[in-house]
């Protein structure tokens, strides 16, 4: 006879799903703990658009999660829905087989992931089996679905997720990791054929997979997250709940149509942001971290409010504010002001003119690539400053090309590092991105590689070390954290730091507090954030 303690969390001690170890980085499962978080905000926000209703007391609404792994979102939305719904059922075999007939869907990556999650859900692998708690279910699967789908291939990459054709093209019996949610040119077709008729899901949650590998050099990958997101919301649900990389706030391959639209969404309601995400996922390391966000149809805001939560070990700090008034998502509200009064104060536009992100050069300033060697060998030809433990070569006079050649070449130059953070991705501890010792001084008549950013030239070396100087400060590095996402630093993300066109003499933060206006407690912040290298 089925008892209400087989549902009640204190019967799993420990809880399985607390318990096992993730796929890879890419596929990481989801606590009880955190699954449960997103429940309570989505609890909160669906009593905010329907006049206070509890949304675990309604036995129409209809879940789905299309990305499931462990069927953690699926088995505590059944849990809540059997203890919500006992007015309504009370019959608790009638009140199971009703929610997870009529409510609860899933769609998972894998084979595996599909045993695992009916077992979550069901108590059986087989949701048709005498170990079921469903007794109506016809089919093994029950409503935790899997379908089998292919890539497909043109020019080395599928079509639909990117994935590289030589990582991804394998034999029927393993794993193509070709997700079917992003597959397909009709989502609600797949729907459809899935569970074998047209639904509308009022609530779609998860935690998709987050990047395939794309064939690129060395551990080149390409996000899909946002693909799962888009998918989910052309299904047009009330609620659309995800826990994502955190990365698109401000880059991530391929990602700035995606951002734009989330920073523009009228629909966004909550954004949970967790700086290191090992808080949330235990010995994963995701670079810029992660959140969750949620997605309310019913409430759009013409002003694009969003509360948006902080989350840096015990210290959460919320606020609520827009979304837009940056091209990116300024994840530290106190950081805000100071932004906004540095960028005033020099005329800076949020494109950028103005800001560092036009003078430090692209990628590649004299066409050399960061794996580069010559041809031949030679302790002749033009010097050039490949890796930090090469130091100072040689390249070939024939292999230098770009526009920006011939006008760098004779100038002194501060070279950066276009990756200067070496493998940090915890940024919610304070980080030294660029300090004198990586850094490097180009005489006239030297180039780099790929590796390096030519960050100034000018004619002068005192000129050059002027604005080292002012690179150097806490100030401007931490205006540069502001947009810094992962391990890579390209030139977009100097955009807060304003070009002051002359420099000269040597610049301090004590300098930049005065001509900027940055008050006492704003000082004491960007000081938490950014040490002195060796601190």
Same mark, same amino acid.
Request: aromatic share 10%; glycine share 6%; hydrophobic share 35%.
């Given at each position: 006879?089925?008892?209400?303690?087989?549902?009640?969390?204190?019967?799993?001690?420990?809880?399985?799903?607390?318990?096992?170890?993730?796929?890879?980085?890419?596929?990481?499962?989801?606590?009880?703990?955190?699954?449960?978080?997103?429940?309570?905000? $989505?609890?909160?926000?669906?009593?905010?658009?329907?006049?206070?209703?509890?949304?675990?007391?309604?036995?129409?609404?209809?879940?789905?999660?299309?990305?499931?792994?462990?069927?953690?979102?699926?088995?505590?939305?059944?849990?809540?829905?059997?203890?919500?719904?006992?007015?309504?059922?009370?019959?608790?075999?009638?009140?199971?087989?009703?929610?997870?007939?009529?409510?609860?869907?899933?769609?998972?990556?894998?084979?595996?992931t599909a045993l695992l999650a009916r077992r979550?859900?069901?108590?059986?692998?087989?949701?048709?089996?005498?170990?079921?708690?469903?007794?109506?279910?016809?089919?093994?699967?029950?409503?935790?679905?899997?379908?089998?789908?292919?890539?497909?291939?043109?020019?080395?990459?599928?079509?639909?997720? &990117?994935?590289?054709?030589?990582?991804?093209?394998?034999?029927?019996?393993?794993?193509?990791?070709?997700?079917?949610?992003?597959?397909?040119?009709?989502?609600?077709?797949?729907?459809?054929?899935?569970?074998?008729?047209?639904?509308?899901?009022?609530?779609?949650?998860?935690?998709?997979?987050?990047?395939?590998?794309?064939?690129?050099? &060395?551990?080149?990958?390409?996000?899909?997250?946002?693909?799962?997101?888009?998918?989910?919301?052309?299904?047009?649900?009330?609620?659309? $709940?995800?826990?994502?990389?955190?990365?698109?706030?401000?880059?991530?391959?391929?990602?700035?149509?995606?951002?734009?639209?989330?920073?523009?969404?009228?629909?966004?309601?909550?954004?949970?942001?967790?700086?290191?995400?090992?808080?949330?996922?235990?010995?994963?390391?995701?670079?810029?971290?992660?959140?969750?966000?949620?997605?309310?149809?019913?409430?759009?805001?013409?002003?694009?409010?969003?509360?948006?939560?902080?989350?840096?070990?015990?210290?959460?700090?919320?606020?609520?504010?827009?979304?837009?008034?940056?091209?990116?998502?300024?994840?530290?509200?106190?950081?805000?002001?100071?932004?906004?009064?540095?960028?005033?104060?020099?005329?800076?536009?949020?494109?950028?003119? &103005?800001?560092?992100?036009?003078?430090?050069?692209?990628?590649?300033?004299?066409?050399?690539?960061?794996?580069?060697?010559?041809?031949?060998?030679?302790?002749?030809?033009?010097?050039?400053?490949?890796?930090?433990?090469? &130091? $100072?070569?040689?390249?070939?006079?024939?292999?230098?090309? *770009?526009?920006?050649?011939?006008?760098?070449?004779?100038?002194?130059?501060?070279?950066?590092?276009?990756?200067?953070?070496?493998?940090?991705?915890?940024?919610?501890?304070?980080?030294?991105?660029?300090?004198d010792g990586n850094m490097i001084i180009a005489?006239?008549?030297?180039?780099?590689?790929?590796?390096?950013?030519?960050?100034?030239?000018?004619?002068?070396?005192?000129?050059?070390?002027?604005?080292?100087?002012?690179?150097?400060?806490?100030?401007?590095?931490?205006?540069?954290?502001?947009?810094?996402?992962?391990?890579?630093?390209?030139?977009?993300r100097f955009a807060f730091i304003p070009d002051? *066109?002359?420099?000269?003499?040597?610049?301090?933060?004590?300098?930049?507090?005065?001509?900027?206006?940055?008050?006492?407690?704003?000082?004491?912040?960007?000081?938490?954030?950014?040490?002195?290298?060796?601190?």
């Amino acid at each position: 006879m089925m008892t209400e303690t087989r549902f009640s969390s204190q019967s799993r001690n420990p809880d399985v799903l607390s318990c096992i170890a993730n796929l890879s980085s890419d596929e990481v499962f989801t606590s009880p703990q955190l699954a449960n978080q997103m429940l309570d905000t $989505l609890e909160k926000a669906w009593r905010a658009a329907n006049q206070g209703a509890n949304i675990w007391e309604d036995s129409s609404v209809k879940f789905l999660d299309p990305f499931t792994k462990s069927g953690v979102f699926l088995r505590e939305i059944t849990k809540r829905l059997i203890s919500g719904l006992e007015g309504e059922i009370p019959d608790l075999q009638e009140r199971v087989d009703h929610i997870l007939n009529n409510q609860v869907f899933g769609i998972a990556i894998t084979r595996i992931t599909a045993l695992l999650a009916r077992r979550s859900v069901y108590c059986s692998k087989d949701a048709s089996s005498a170990h079921s708690i469903v007794k109506s279910f016809e089919n093994y699967a029950g409503k935790i679905a899997y379908i089998q789908t292919e890539h497909t291939w043109e020019k080395g990459k599928c079509t639909f997720c &990117g994935a590289g054709r030589k990582e991804y093209d394998r034999s029927a019996d393993l794993e193509s990791h070709a997700y079917s949610f992003i597959h397909t040119d009709s989502i609600n077709n797949l729907i459809t054929k899935t569970f074998g008729e047209s639904m509308q899901f009022d609530v779609i949650i998860g935690n998709p997979p987050y990047q395939m590998s794309d064939g690129g050099h &060395g551990r080149s990958a390409k996000p899909i997250y946002h693909k799962f997101v888009e998918q989910a919301l052309a299904l047009n649900p009330s609620h659309l $709940l995800m826990i994502i990389p955190a990365r698109w706030y401000a880059g991530g391959k391929g990602l700035d149509d995606f951002r734009n639209k989330m920073l523009t969404d009228k629909h966004l309601r909550h954004i949970e942001d967790y700086e290191n995400a090992s808080e949330v996922f235990p010995g994963v390391d995701i670079a810029g971290g992660v959140c969750y966000f949620l997605r309310s149809q019913s409430t759009p805001d013409e002003q694009n409010m969003c509360t948006i939560a902080n989350n840096v070990g015990r210290d959460r700090i919320e606020s609520t504010r827009p979304t837009d008034e940056f091209d990116i998502l300024i994840r530290q509200s106190q950081a805000i002001p100071i932004i906004r009064k540095v960028l005033a104060a020099e005329n800076v536009s949020v494109n950028g003119d &103005g800001s560092l992100s036009k003078t430090v050069s692209p990628r590649k300033p004299f066409g050399l690539a960061g794996n580069y060697k010559p041809k031949q060998t030679s302790k002749r030809g033009v010097p050039c400053h490949f890796t930090q433990s090469r &130091g $100072l070569e040689y390249a070939l006079e024939e292999d230098i090309s *770009g526009a920006l050649a011939p006008v760098l070449r004779d100038k002194w130059k501060l070279l950066i590092p276009r990756a200067p953070i070496a493998g940090q991705t915890d940024f919610s501890k304070p980080v030294m991105f660029y300090y004198d010792g990586n850094m490097i001084i180009a005489k006239p008549g030297e180039v780099c590689s790929e590796t390096w950013l030519v960050a100034f030239s000018a004619e002068s070396e005192a000129e050059v070390k002027a604005f080292q100087s002012y690179l150097l400060t806490k100030t401007v590095r931490f205006l540069l954290l502001q947009r810094v996402v992962s391990q890579d630093v390209p030139r977009e993300r100097f955009a807060f730091i304003p070009d002051l *066109g002359n420099y000269e003499g040597t610049y301090t933060d004590e300098m930049l507090r005065d001509k900027w206006g940055i008050t006492d407690a704003e000082w004491t912040f960007i000081e938490s954030k950014i040490k002195n290298h060796g601190d």
